[in-house]
């Protein structure tokens, strides 16, 4: 009902408007467009703006808040609403909103630890602080750079094919600021500063928000620039009900809407003609709704369709049409020099290093914002981005940079898992200690089977630079016979690296290092099965890792290879050893999209023992369904933690990931192996060890929630394995 009558509402005011219009004469008057925010909301206005196009209707201004001024901005430099329109469904909204970088873009660092924390909080003056927003934005700021690509040849907005403005709020006074020059995509990134959900945004010293919280349809803006008619495309909602009160986002933007409301009608005063899609759905960041908001808006301006023909006929002001193929983005061009603005703590050097361009090349978009990501994924930058500007040989690429300012940070990650049972993981880290370029971080594993980890390196690339680890775990297991458990036992150790390590490319790592290790093991039962012990060692290795997967959990693409030589010596002292062996293996998996929905993961694993037997501590242990052990433990489904045991090891595994909704899998895993007491036995024993399992994954925002059920053709037992965070 109430539907109907804002329908028959609006074709009432329709009428009126054109009867309004029809009496204007005929005469050079100027007509203004206005674009109000509204996050996915917005996306409407593409579709009026395709009907008022249609109607021949040639815009002398246009003005827009958030979403709207976006949107208001792509049309004044000339693209057309069929282009903005494909452009803008051509974005990964959810990659915008969520604005983590691909994992594969991460420093080496960064993507072998740095997924493992639900939470993330900046710590300046030794205080654990609170960050300004969700969102820093930066893939916001990255698409603003390609689409406003072409808007910096000219000297401010006025002069654009329309000219334009947008209006942003400031944050220190609350007063609305209208934006008229300077660069565009720091005005429009300013306009979009949502609260909250987006941080507020810094230009000239001054911070920014939303110019939705004061102003969210500026026609008073364009009245005041010697507009004659305003059309105006609204798509903020009126007054929630309590029903339709479900997320922190529906509050915000109540509340956003109060101090202007009264600004809001003395604005819908000034204009001429009213459009206002009814979107009952609709929210600010429903953008899975593309079609249908496209479709409201045609549909609101089509009921508008005589108003929009009269004024059109009424204007004789033709000016010529702008070209929108002079405002589409380059897709690739030739770099003729590189400036850097904005870096004060780091060198040219070192972000040319990162971005991995060179002048006199030629540059597409996909290699750049991949240089991008890479230095945003660094962690000491808020925000990059670029600019172009044509010189007579080329494009003058201007990388702009926003340091970090807040360099330590308190993280925390929760997991449960059925090999070691609860854990709260504390982590602090601190970057630029000691040395440019460094990271300390120490972590702190509180639960039923506490684990520390203190790490430090400073990443100089291909040089080769000293870096230490210090590490202790302490776990049960049990030993078994037959697949019955006889005892259990509790492992616990300690262990301090010093190496040497290159990083290549922010994706390969080699080097070597010396480790000395204390080993404890108690059986909790005097059954006799498990030798207890308490040793020390000291080892000499050398490794190689490189790992490009897009996701730690569900990857789609890249592969991983690591393999690692290390001689082990049992010590006494530091003066008598004993005769040392050692243990070569090698992991290789690689990820492989079969479609939209379903991926594959190749796992491949292999270990030797060379010379005389390991101790306990440094034999290969196979079982369970884990991710990453310590030493030579490695899951292998079927079997239960740590449940076999041998010198000698060959296996590989497929995982096949069906997503049949969004965040939610199928997964099911098999596995074939070889545990022998020689090398050659790999290849000629006829003993074959397996496992499969069949599960449901839910990546949830606490990290994986994973329940299988597993099962092998070497015995009847059934077993189940729960996993729910981010494993560590």
């Not at 709020?169 to 008229?180: D, K, W």
């Not at 005589?306 to 589409?328: C, F, G, H, V, W």
């Not at 010198?647 to 965040?663: I, M, P």
């Amino acid at each position: 009902m109430v539907k109907k009558l804002c329908i028959s509402l609006c074709l009432l005011l329709s009428n009126m408007v054109s009867a309004q219009i029809d009496t204007l004469t005929t005469d050079d008057y100027k007509i203004g467009l206005v674009l109000s925010g509204g996050g996915a909301k917005a996306i409407a206005q593409i579709g009026a703006l395709k009907v008022i196009e249609q109607a021949g209707i040639e815009l002398d201004y246009i003005a827009g808040t958030s979403m709207g001024a976006i949107i208001g901005a792509m049309y004044s430099l000339g693209y057309s609403a069929e282009q903005i329109e494909d452009y803008l469904r051509r974005v990964d909204w959810d990659a915008l909103l969520a604005n983590e970088v691909p994992r594969n873009r991460l420093g080496y660092f960064d993507r072998k630890y740095g997924n493992r924390y639900i939470l993330n909080l900046p710590v300046e003056n030794g205080k654990v602080k609170l960050p300004r927003g969700i969102n820093y934005a930066q893939y916001i700021l990255r698409e603003l750079s390609f689409i406003t690509q072409q808007s910096y040849r000219y000297n401010n907005f006025r002069d654009f094919p329309i000219p334009f403005l947008c209006v942003a709020t400031n944050l220190q006074t609350g007063t609305a600021t209208t934006f008229e020059n300077g660069r565009l995509m720091d005005a429009l990134r300013a306009s979009s500063a949502f609260p909250s959900l987006f941080t507020p945004y810094e230009i000239n010293d001054t911070l920014y928000i939303d110019g939705g919280v004061v102003n969210n349809y500026p026609a008073k803006e364009l009245k005041n620039r010697g507009v004659d008619l305003i059309i105006g495309v609204d798509v903020q909602k009126d007054n929630l009900e309590l029903r339709e009160f479900n997320s922190v986002v529906e509050v915000l933007e109540q509340t956003s809407t109060f101090s202007n409301s009264k600004i809001q009608q003395e604005q819908y005063a000034l204009t001429d003609l009213l459009i206002k899609p009814i979107m009952d759905q609709a929210g600010i960041t429903t953008f899975n709704l593309y079609d249908t908001l496209i479709k409201a808006g045609e549909y609101a301006a089509r009921r508008n369709w005589k108003a929009l023909l009269n004024i059109a006929q009424k204007d004789s002001s033709r000016r010529p049409i702008t070209k929108a193929e002079n405002a589409m983005p380059l897709p690739e061009f030739k770099v003729s020099s590189i400036c850097v603005f904005g870096n004060e703590n780091y060198t040219d050097e070192y972000i040319l290093s990162k971005l991995r361009i060179k002048p006199g090349t030629t540059c597409n978009i996909q290699q750049l914002e991949r240089g991008l990501d890479l230095l945003y994924g660094s962690q000491y930058f808020e925000n990059v981005d670029y600019t172009i500007n044509q010189e007579r040989d080329g494009y003058r690429l201007n990388i702009n940079l926003k340091e970090n300012k807040v360099l330590s940070t308190f993280k925390i990650g929760l997991n449960y898992n059925d090999d070691f049972n609860t854990a709260l993981l504390l982590n602090f880290t601190q970057r630029n200690l000691l040395f440019k370029n460094s990271r300390f971080s120490v972590d702190l594993a509180l639960g039923d089977n506490p684990r520390t980890s203190i790490n430090y390196f400073v990443d100089r690339g291909f040089v080769p630079t000293l870096g230490f680890q210090f590490r202790s775990n302490r776990f049960t297991f049990r030993d078994y016979e037959n697949f019955k458990a006889t005892n259990q036992g509790i492992y616990q150790d300690f262990s301090l690296d010093l190496f040497l390590q290159s990083t290549i490319l922010d994706a390969y790592a080699l080097g070597g290092g010396l480790q000395i290790e204390n080993v404890d093991i108690n059986s909790t039962f005097d059954l006799g099965n498990i030798t207890e012990m308490n040793r020390s060692y000291i080892n000499y290795y050398g490794f190689i890792d490189f790992d490009s997967f897009d996701d730690a959990y569900f990857p789609k693409k890249g592969f991983q290879l690591q393999a690692q030589y290390r001689l082990i010596a049992e010590r006494e002292g530091f003066e008598v050893f004993r005769q040392p062996s050692s243990i070569i293996n090698l992991e290789f998996n690689k990820a492989v999209s079969l479609g939209k929905s379903v991926s594959l993961i190749g796992r491949f694993y292999g270990a030797s023992t060379l010379g005389p037997d390991l101790d306990f501590p440094y034999k290969i242990h196979l079982g369970s369904l884990g991710r990453k052990y310590i030493n030579n433990i490695q899951p292998f489904i079927g079997y239960r933690f740590m449940e076999i045991t041998g010198r000698n090891a060959l296996t590989a595994r497929g995982d096949v990931f069906y997503q049949f909704l969004k965040n939610h899998y199928l997964v099911g895993r098999y596995n074939l192996g070889k545990l022998e007491p020689t090398f050659d036995d790999l290849f000629v024993s006829r003993i074959l060890l397996d496992g499969y399992s069949l599960g449901y994954c839910f990546n949830s925002p606490v990290g994986p929630l994973e329940l299988n059920v597993i099962g092998s053709s070497n015995h009847s037992k059934v077993y189940t394995y729960v996993n729910l965070g981010f494993w560590f």
